[in-house]
């Protein structure tokens, strides 16, 4: 049984017991998350602090560099302590534009499914999401093949757990009718809540709800009403909108990003933040 200090407790991602506040490796690749880190001993530092710190759940994708995170994890942390568990992606290529070109089709699924073992000197992957869509979000379509071929690779024993990101609702139930999910991860923060009903749904089943670009991602969360609540309690706009994850569904697991363990130790002590009933209703109007 996992214990932590980190705020928002555990959660249970199939069998797997997580911190609700995890880590996402993608802004440890280089500018556009192509290339190696510009400071490579920086971040296997913020890989190693985390797991000091307590973090069990990292968020990683061979599509990363491609390959840079997982090398990174790898370097910096293998053999891997035993409650740390490594979340990965399959579903796109890298261009040599920097693009992310899907690649579902079986052969590329198996192959990536294969590279992500390969990089990340593991046997089996703790789970696997499959990134539907495009860069401009969910698109619709059939989940049916590619998410067969990974539950054929679960059966063959190489992945423990599937999810899908990138995902609409009906891609999501489609994927639950072919093998368990155990978490869907798609962009949710503060000021983007076109997910508000499917996280309320998933958490009736138990479901995990991984926001990306908790903070804004490429361009950092801005918001009159964050900067006023933030002033107020006198925290960043960061920690607001991490602690208001944490308060906004008990099945949102947290993975924010940074390149620097200064900005992993400040978000992990700012998503502790306490938020009243009134700050509560002054942030829902930011996405409403
Ligand atoms: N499924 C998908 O399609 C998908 C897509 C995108 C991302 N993801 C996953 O989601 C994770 C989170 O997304 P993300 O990393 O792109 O975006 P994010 O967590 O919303 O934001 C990361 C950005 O915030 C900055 N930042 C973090 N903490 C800070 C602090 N305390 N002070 C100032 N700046 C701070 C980081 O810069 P510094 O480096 O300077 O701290 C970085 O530029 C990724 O790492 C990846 O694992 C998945």
């Known amino acids: 049984m996992l214990t932590t200090s ?13 911190t609700r506040f995890g880590y996402g490796a993608m802004q440890l690749a280089g500018p556009g998350v192509m290339g190696p880190p510009a ?25 990363y560099g491609p390959l840079v995170t997982n090398e990174l994890i790898r370097e910096a942390l293998h053999p891997y302590p035993e409650a740390l568990h490594i979340v990965t992606k399959v579903g796109a290529n890298r261009d040599q534009q920097g693009g992310w070109p ?5 052969e590329s699924l198996r192959r990536s499914v294969h590279k992500n073992l390969e990089t990340l000197g593991l046997d089996v992957l703790d789970l696997v999401n499959l990134r539907l ?36 609702a009906e891609q999501v139930a489609e994927a639950q009718a072919i093998a368990p999910v155990v978490c869907v991860q798609n962009m949710y923060n503060l000021a983007h809540r076109r997910d508000d009903e499917l996280i309320d749904a998933l958490a009736g089943q138990g ?9 804004g991602g490429f361009s950092p969360l801005q918001s009159s009403v964050l900067s ?38 400040e978000n992990i002590a700012g998503a502790a933040l306490s938020l009243s009933d009134d700050d509560l209703v002054e942030l829902d109007t930011i996405g409403r």
């Open 6 to 18: 980190l705020p928002g407790g555990t959660w249970t991602l199939g069998g797997l017991t997580v």
């Open 39 to 63: 400071d490579r001993d920086g971040a296997l530092a913020v890989l190693r602090t985390a797991v000091e710190l307590g973090i069990t759940h990292i968020d990683t994708s061979a599509a």
């Open 102 to 106: 899907p690649a579902r089709d079986p």
């Open 133 to 168: 869509g495009d860069a401009t979000g969910p698109r619709p379509g059939s989940v049916a093949e590619a998410f067969e071929t990974l539950a054929d690779l679960q059966r063959q024993g190489l992945i423990r757990h599937l999810g899908v990101s990138n995902a609409t």
């Open 207 to 215: 479901v995990a709800y991984v926001p990306f670009f908790p903070l």
């Open 228 to 265: 006023r609540v933030a002033a107020r309690l006198e925290a960043t706009p960061m920690s607001v909108a991490l602690a208001w994850l944490l308060r906004r569904s008990p099945n949102i697991l947290l993975i924010p990003g940074t390149s620097s363990a200064a900005h992993l130790r």
